[in-house]
Structure formats: structure tokens, C-alpha cells
């Protein structure tokens, strides 16, 4: 069982109740690392927030845009 664990991905999110998960106790605010299939179910209980992380890009780069020149004074 545990190998199965381990290849599931994890997602970290904030628990919102007291919870227990897996044998993680887990208090109101205090983060907590799921299996990615439980996440549904879990936000649509109340008991979990989940904000995906959000992809920085660098200027110029993946958009199609290119990053003016510095303007000379």
C-alpha cells in the first residue's frame, strides 16, 4: 500500500476544519499534502482550500511578446 501512495501526486493545501488524513491530525490553517484524487471530494465537503500554483514567466518569454529595449535618456 505504501508504494501505491507514493506514486499518486501530492498537492499541498490549507485544511479549513480540524481533520485528520491519513495519520496526519491537522488543525484550521495548517497546511497538508493530499492525493491528488481526494481533492475533489474534499473541496466539495468545505474541509480544504486548494489555490493552484500559479506559473511565472519570465519577460518576453512563452507569450509571444518581446521586451523593449531599455529607452536611453
Same mark, same amino acid.
Given at each position: 500500500?505504501?508504494?501505491?501512495?507514493? !506514486?499518486? @501526486?501530492?498537492?499541498?493545501?490549507?485544511?479549513?476544519? @480540524?481533520?485528520?488524513?491519513?495519520?496526519?491530525? !491537522?488543525?484550521?490553517?495548517?497546511?497538508? !499534502?493530499?492525493?491528488?484524487?481526494?481533492?475533489?471530494?474534499?473541496?466539495? !465537503?468545505?474541509?480544504?482550500?486548494?489555490?493552484?500554483?500559479?506559473?511565472?514567466?519570465?519577460?518576453?518569454?512563452? @507569450?509571444?511578446?518581446?521586451?523593449?529595449?531599455?529607452?536611453?535618456?
Amino acid at each position: 500500500m505504501a508504494a501505491a501512495k507514493e !506514486k499518486e @501526486n501530492m498537492i499541498e493545501v490549507t485544511a479549513k476544519v @480540524n481533520m485528520k488524513y491519513d495519520t496526519d491530525i !491537522k488543525k484550521v490553517g495548517e497546511k497538508l !499534502k493530499i492525493r491528488e484524487s481526494d481533492l475533489k471530494e474534499l473541496q466539495d !465537503k468545505g474541509y480544504i482550500s486548494y489555490t493552484p500554483p500559479v506559473q511565472t514567466q519570465q519577460p518576453g518569454q512563452g @507569450n509571444g511578446q518581446q521586451t523593449p529595449p531599455p529607452a536611453d535618456k
